[in-house]
């Protein structure tokens, strides 16, 4: 289930962190076992869980299974990996944009060229980090240390 063969984007999560997740289960199982398999889980792979986000993965049973099925599992998470595919998307929009590739057909519709430009820089603001160390110096340059 927590496997990157099995998200929906290409985005593989051992290269991000979990911020929340939901983990949802139906068919004939104990709910304790459930809870102990994803308390472990989350356990053994505690570095891919944010820690600022206190009970971030909860679960479910659903005791009917699905028609024809004895059990199955459905996984919801969100998680920081998705940037990599924002980044292949803005990779290839901007490959694409420089060639005026596919233009046509937002200008057709009303867009203006000057939208994408602005998008574009815009961006700029998305791919700004904040400092995890928290080391900011105050207007007279002394650390809040």
Known sequence: ?????????????RHGRYLTASALFRGKMS???????????QNKNSSSFVEW???NVK??????????????????????SI??????????????????AFLHWYTEEG??????????????????TADEDGDYEDDDGTDDK
């Not at 496997?3 to 999560?13: E, G, S, V």
């Not at 709910?31 to 398999?37: A, H, P, S, W």
């Not at 940037?83 to 005026?100: I, N, Y």
């Open 111 to 128: 867009m203006d060229e000057m939208e994408f430009t602005e998008a574009e820089k815009y961006q700029q603001y998305q791919d700004a």
């Open 31 to 41: 709910t304790k076992e459930v809870d102990e398999q994803v308390m472990n889980v």
């Open 1 to 13: 289930m927590w496997d990157a063969k099995n998200m929906m984007c290409a985005a593989d999560p």
């Open 83 to 100: 940037q990599e595919m924002f980044r292949r998307v803005s990779k290839q929009f901007t490959a694409m944009f420089r060639r005026k």
């Open 59 to 80: 679960s479910s049973v659903c005791d009917i299974p699905p028609k024809g099925l004895p059990m199955a599992s459905t996984f919801i998470g969100n998680s920081t």
């Open 53 to 55: 986000i206190p009970n």
